[in-house]
């Protein structure tokens, strides 16, 4: 089905970490998770949200009675107005749209619609998932999407409840169904201390991993603590402050490992 509006809170330029080439990403608003490690805390609630003196560069509105809201309603052809400014950037570097949030596939249908456009318009497109929807919803926009980056956190169930706030069973289920179709896929591995990047999740990974069909690539993606002012001003709990990141040697270190796997690894996006 159509849908014309959705609700997102960002549109990124040129950005090189969102997928191949040079890419526009559009931030949706709305996650059904709720990881420990968010770096995008501004995306999980599904509305528009208010926030007091809001700095963020989330803000789109040009009307001041909405610079203290988080995400906007928007309009189909006012995103992709935005998205075809860049449209020589994309030709030369083979680069497109990446639709991230939050998680895209909560508002389906106007994805639907947007990737739709895209098509028309010959424009790559990618979308950033965490596969926690239907089959269903997949089903409906596989055929019109060129990539799927598509994150892995935890293998264990249970611990992927407690540290993400769902279970991992359709996520898992959704990412093999897109391998056996022969989608392309970048899979997109947080490194959190402690958390994900503990001996036993990294093999049970890499065994996950070894089954599927098509990854393209993997993106080792290391804990960084650049969402601690959003905490802060939006005065949510954060429970990774204390983390510290993983150090530049570490993170080759786990390049190499996953290297085994026969597949290209990039650490960051
Ligand atoms: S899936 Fe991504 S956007 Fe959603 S809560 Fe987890 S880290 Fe945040």
């Given at each position: ?92 570097s083979n680069g497109g749209v990446t639709f991230s949030g ?38 409906k926009i596989y055929d019109i999407t060129d990539i799927f ?95 510290i990141p993983p150090t530049k040697e570490y993170m080759n ?17």
């Amino acid at each position: 089905m159509m849908q014309n509006t959705g609700y997102i809170f960002d549109i990124k330029k040129y950005s090189v970490n969102d997928g191949p080439g040079i890419r526009t990403t559009v931030f949706f608003k709305g996650c059904p998770l709720n990881c420990w490690w968010c770096h995008n805390p501004e995306s999980q609630r599904g509305e528009p949200e208010k926030v007091d003196q809001c700095t963020f560069r989330w803000n789109l509105s040009n009307d001041y009675s909405k610079r203290n809201s988080i995400g906007s309603q928007v309009l189909v052809e006012e995103v992709m107005k935005e998205v075809e400014k860049d449209l020589p950037f994309y030709e030369e570097s083979n680069g497109g749209v990446t639709f991230s949030g939050g998680e895209p596939m909560l508002q389906v249908d106007f994805l639907h619609s947007l990737l739709l456009e895209c098509k028309k318009k010959d424009i790559q497109t990618a979308i950033d998932t965490t596969g926690f929807t239907s089959i269903n919803d997949f089903e409906k926009i596989y055929d019109i999407t060129d990539i799927f980056l598509y994150d892995l956190k935890l293998i264990d169930d249970k611990l992927h409840y407690k540290y993400c706030g769902v279970s991992n069973k359709m996520i898992h289920e959704n990412l093999k169904m897109l391998s056996s179709q022969g989608e392309k896929i970048i899979l997109r591995l947080p490194i959190i201390p402690t958390i994900t990047d503990t001996e036993q999740n990294i093999f049970e990974t890499m065994s996950f991993i070894s089954a599927l069909k098509n990854i393209q690539e993997i993106d080792l993606l290391p804990y960084h603590q650049s969402a601690k002012s959003k905490y802060e001003r939006m005065q949510k709990e954060n429970k990774v402050a204390e983390l510290i990141p993983p150090t530049k040697e570490y993170m080759n270190e786990l390049r190499n490992k996953f290297l085994q796997l026969d597949i290209p690894v990039k650490i960051g996006g």
